[in-house]
């Protein structure tokens, strides 16, 4: 099949090479030249505008966008004057699904057919494969059947069968179709949102493990309540060789386990990296998803609001809760940072 790809970063770059490998044809554009060349020497047939590019498609034209869920409308008032009846367009991005239903009902009045893809992969998919989340009508999915069949990783990814399937059955390939428009990027918003709390996990273990040695370098400080046994935290772990065995018949090994291990391996301090950590908004919507319905997702909202403490918006907290000590106790915290009082 033609697939136009528009949008190629980390993720639609890569997505191109993988339609290529699987015999399909891909149009680009992008509006740095340099990745559209690129990718030109691969196969892909490179554009001069956009017009260009809705004009070397062939009808019924297969348009993927993989750009941020930001820029997606404007993409689309750009776009969408260009297509006609019968075009499809894919969205492959982390947007929300409310934002779905609304494009999909504006595009099927012009008789363009909307499909909303979650994708899920990372800068990995293009060796593993993606696992591909889609909403939409479900006739004009299973029309594109050969193309997410392609970018899914196969049979093969999964460690073990969960059981019977019908021979038609793609969720054992790695992609589904899961409803009408909004519920591809439904589906992975909750995705998201659990990764966001299994990485929480992972880094919470972790630092209890590298904190495991608090009795051999603790330091006494007015306020802080002291070890009652420091004998019992006398551990200097290697973590990375914890996170190696882990890896192997352990009930937590998973694909974020392995990376884990990968970065620590690498540097165990993890110098290069700082404790500030983005949220891209998929947790937010999941949280907001949760409130809305009344339905409890404490693990997975905890997670979310670790990531905003990270960025340190919870150091004004912080500086009240210490000044409401000073206030009814006199309390003083310790210098932070090697700092000290005036």
Known sequence: MQVGMIGLG???GNMVQRLLRGGHECVVFDSHPDAMAALATHGAEA???LADFVARLRTPRIVWLMVPAHVVDGALQDL???LAAGDVVIDGGNSNYIDDIRRGRTLSARGIRYVDAGVSGGIWGLERGYCLMLGGDAATVRQLDAIFKT?????DAASFPTGDRTPAATAPQGYLYCGPHGAGHFVKMVHNGIEYALMAA???GFNLLAHANAGARESSGAGTVPLRHPEHFQYDFALAEIAEVWRHGSVISSWLLDLTARALAADPALREFSEQVSDSGEGRWTAQAAIDSATPAPVLTAALFQRYSSRGED?????LLSAMRYQFGGHRERPAQGKQDD
């Open 315 to 319: 150091n004004w907290a912080g500086r």
């Open 10 to 12: 980390r993720m639609g």
């Open 151 to 155: 970018l899914a990783p196969g049979g």
């Open 47 to 49: 554009s001069q505008s």
């Open 202 to 204: 992972y880094a919470e």
């Open 80 to 82: 969408s004057p260009l």
